[in-house]
Antibody, heavy 122, light 105 residues
């Protein structure tokens, strides 16, 4: 059974940094791209980033480029999202999502983590 | 690619049929998915390829369309279907979602 278990959310001050983690099981993690998607409270879904199976290819939504960094450790079956210079508008539930066997392949999002809440506030 | 869903809220009774619309600002071919989200839960994939039901999704859910116009139809609403529904295109980058349609009783 595919499982994506997230951790690392919490309260952070504006301008601060935070790292989210997503621990994967039930599939060969190192063979699949992974994505991050977020959802502000009471709002819709916003795409953040994708990383290829070996970490060599990444893509970011333009609005977030430069502040967010996606990475992975295939030896630990774990995906990361490093967030810096955080703003109140980054407050959201962040989801990790299992991708396809290549980063840019056209596939829907079939497995999602449970989500982790990041609150940016002083 | 901007995805526009309508209506924002749909009020229906159990047993009724519901149709939700999704329009893309440019062609996404058939690379269109529908998701259902309930409060406090992650989205669940319902339909992909515009019309293919995901594993375990009941036959009362159906999707249609291609290019820029898509529809999700629920033939006979059950109590567990009251949720928010999102469309998503996975043809162009960045992947984008509609703003959602809230299905309420």
């Amino acid at each position: 059974e595919v499982q994506l278990v997230q951790s690392g959310g919490g309260l952070v001050q504006p301008g601060g940094s935070l790292r989210l983690s997503c621990s994967a099981s039930g599939f060969t993690f190192s063979s699949y791209a992974m994505h991050w998607v977020r959802q502000a409270p009471g709002r819709g879904l916003e795409y953040i980033s994708v990383i290829s199976s070996n970490g060599g290819t990444t893509y970011y939504a333009d609005l977030l480029k430069g502040r967010f960094t996606i990475s992975r450790d295939n030896s630990k079956n774990t995906l990361y999202l490093e967030m810096s210079s955080l703003r109140p508008e980054d407050t959201a539930v962040y989801y990790c999502v299992k991708g396809g066997n290549t980063a840019m392949v056209n596939l829907p999002f079939d497995y999602w983590g449970q989500g982790t809440l990041v609150t940016v506030s002083s | 690619t901007v995805m526009t869903q309508s209506p924002a809220t749909l009020s229906v009774s159990p047993g009724e049929r519901a149709s939700l619309s999704c329009r893309a600002s440019q062609s996404v071919s058939s690379n269109l998915a529908w998701y259902q989200q309930k409060p406090g839960q992650a989205p669940r994939l319902l339909i992909y390829g515009a019309s293919t039901r995901a594993t375990g999704i009941p036959a009362r859910f159906s999707g249609s369309g291609s290019g820029t116009e898509f529809t999700l139809t629920i033939s006979s609403l059950q109590s567990e279907d009251f949720a928010v529904y999102y469309c998503q295109q996975y043809n162009n980058w960045p992947r984008t979602f509609g703003q959602g349609t809230k299905m309420e009783i």
